[in-house]
């Protein structure tokens, strides 16, 4: 009777008490959520950017490394850029500080792979395989912080085209090209172009013989008082115009009995700086 009803009287408004409490819980939860930063909201992944090319992975870390390893870890091809264009991460290239290969990583065409990564001031070439590489083109384009880059470990047997590999680089002060294969060449149009922190270069290591391209390869390098072309024949060459404009700091060059300033051609196409010249 009385008791029974009084009882459940009781249990309702004791059930009642606890969904309203539990109402109230789960809003001030709710509230705190919303307040809480979007990095710690959103706790998904340390990585700015990730992906993949080919059997690579490719990351960019909130520090700014980017790591491009193989998907099984031990070795990998990255996406044909000659075909393809821009590498995956060029929309991030902005948040690129530093750069590594682990693993083995291979590539046909390495063309703009770090091309106005503008803030990227290190890269480790150790883990990469450039061995059927074809095209060096933009390889390190506006990397302005860049001051010297370990090219040692690349091989250059099949590359065709160096045009353009370190234009803009401002900061680069040395790089050693003493290891590089250029025997099959064809163009290195504006190679050096603007590198203006550079005070000298040693090419004389490199067989230029099938290269047709040489126009504006060192113009801009306004720092640069000495260069070795001691190997440079230069019989092949169909442009070689403003190779040395704006070099204003030369003041020794090193040539060999196979250049000359005309070129494959009849006519003379380039000339050194301004001043007085003597064998």
Do not use: H
């Not at 790089?175 to 040693?202: I, K, N, P, Q």
């Amino acid at each position: 009777g009385k008791g029974r009803a009084v009882e459940r009287i009781i249990l309702t408004v004791k059930r009642e008490s606890l969904l309203a409490a539990l109402v109230v819980l789960l809003t001030l939860v709710g509230f705190a959520y919303l307040r809480l930063p979007s990095s710690i909201a959103v706790p998904a992944s340390a990585n700015v950017a990730e992906g993949t090319s080919g059997t690579c992975k490719w990351s960019i870390d909130s520090a700014g490394a980017l790591v491009i390893e193989p998907l099984d870890g031990v070795s990998g091809q990255l996406d044909n850029l000659d075909s393809d264009g821009m590498p995956p991460w060029f929309e991030y290239r902005d948040r690129v500080s530093f750069a590594a290969f682990r693993g083995s990583v291979s590539a046909i065409g390495v063309q703009f792979l770090f091309s106005n990564c503008s803030l990227m001031k290190s890269v480790d070439l150790s883990g990469l395989d450039t061995s059927s590489a074809t095209s060096t083109y933009f390889m390190f384009a506006d990397c302005s912080p860049l001051v010297s880059v370990d090219l040692s470990n690349l091989d250059t047997s099949s590359v065709k085209y160096m045009s353009n590999m370190f234009y803009g680089r401002s900061s680069l002060a040395s790089v050693d090209l003493s290891g590089l294969d250029t025997s099959s060449v064809r163009g290195m149009r504006w190679m050096f172009r603007t590198c203006s922190s550079l005070t000298s270069l040693d090419l004389s290591s490199l067989d230029v013989s099938l290269t047709r391209s040489m126009s504006f390869m060192f113009e801009g390098c306004s720092s640069l008082s000495s260069l070795d072309l001691s190997s440079f024949d230069t019989s092949s060459a169909e442009n070689m115009r403003c190779m040395f404009d704006g070099c204003s700091s030369l003041a020794r060059v090193a040539l060999s009995a196979g250049f000359s300033f005309e070129g494959s051609g009849g006519s003379r196409q380039c000339s050194l700086p301004d001043g007085y010249w003597r064998a």
